[in-house]
């Protein structure tokens, strides 16, 4: 039903910051817990933030906790993902998804239904 589009990623250098977006359309955002999910080359698709309808809970992975910010803004159909302190480990391509699921935010990608095109995030070091 809903359709994701990231964009934002790009080649950055180590101790940087990006920010990624993903905008819905097709469905309005408030339906869905959203959450960013990323794939190195050679690596199975990992979970690195989570957020609910309403934005009131959050989950991260522990490899981007303190660094990276998860926030949501239901009137623009848009969730960002905010990367500082970026490091080369965090290299991958990065996908938005969305369930309509209940909570609690979930950290398998099995449990999220739709999912964008994914946008390559490349940091130098």
């Known amino acids: 039903q809903v359709q994701l589009v990231e964009s934002g990623g790009g080649l950055v250098q180590a101790g940087d910051s990006l920010r990624l977006s993903c905008a819905a359309s097709?469905?309005?955002?408030?339906?869905?817990?959203m959450g960013w999910f990323r794939q190195a080359p050679g690596n199975e698709r990992e979970f690195v933030a989570g957020i609910s309808r309403r934005g009131s809970s959050i989950s991260y992975a522990d490899s981007v906790m303190g660094r990276f910010t998860i926030a949501r803004d239901n009137a623009e159909n848009t969730v960002y993902l905010q990367m500082s302190s970026l490091k080369s480990e965090d290299t991958g391509v990065y996908y938005c998804a969305a369930t309509g699921s209940s909570l609690p935010i979930r950290r398998s990608a099995n449990s999220y239904g739709y999912w964008g095109q994914g946008t390559q995030v490349t940091v130098s070091s």
């Open positions: 097709g469905g309005t955002l408030s339906s869905y817990i």
